[in-house]
């Protein structure tokens, strides 16, 4: 599979009507019984947090997973996903799910990164400026802890899919099965270097202080805040968005399903 070799100089690809996709996760996400919390409004926006309760309680603890996409507006792939995930319905009966679609809808409308005052949300997380990154930080601290997180991303600049890995206490990895599952539907990034840090088999691992960090992308509030080990998924852009959708769902299927 060739890229498309659109993307020059910023993401130039397929556009989607958020709203659209936005309503049809409502109608899907309620036909299978999950539940929603409004926490902003905005643009004639609501941000919604769906969440769904295991199907079955066992003696151990359930496990929480967090997912969430379309922080930045230029990154169709990741709403969509998301869709097609609750379209497919295929949930691990023991698992508690937290699913923010959208974080950035104004941004779709306006197809850049940022949002309506030009602000890059995925830098906001540790002196939150934005209302939304202020809402979605308050929703997060009424949450409990999350045993994963996994945030939806795409690249423009990508040569294929690669993630990032956050396992401080040294579980047990999903990133090499994300990659196995990735790489059936979607060309993967085999370079030793990507985004100016070494990488391995499409995946890197951050040596990241947060401490040192002024601007915390969303990732990092969450692994600092909510969780011990998180992913962040980066489909390439300059490849057909339906690749890109089915290389994210890929790996949020393997992901939860390990």
Sequence with gaps: MQKLGKNLGSYHGETVDIRAVLREFEIVARTHGWTAEVFHEAGGFKWLAWHRQPEVRSQKSEVRIYISAGIHGD??????AALKLIQENRWPEAAEIFLLPCLNPI???????????GLDLNRDYRHPQAAETR?????????PRFERYLCLHEDWEAHGFYLYEQNPDNKISLAEPMIAAVKKVCPVDWSEN????????????????????????EALYLISQKARQGYTLEAPSDFPLTTRVNALVAAVSAAINF
């Design 107 to 117: 941004g779709f409308t306006l197809n850049r990164r940022e949002n309506a005052d």
């Design 135 to 143: 809402a979605h930080i308050a929703w997060l601290k009424r949450q």
């Design 75 to 80: 990154e169709p792939a990741g709403p969509l």
């Design 194 to 217: 990507i985004e100016g840090r070494p990488a391995h088999g499409g995946i890197i691992h951050p040596k990241i202080n947060p401490a040192e960090r002024p601007d915390w992308p």
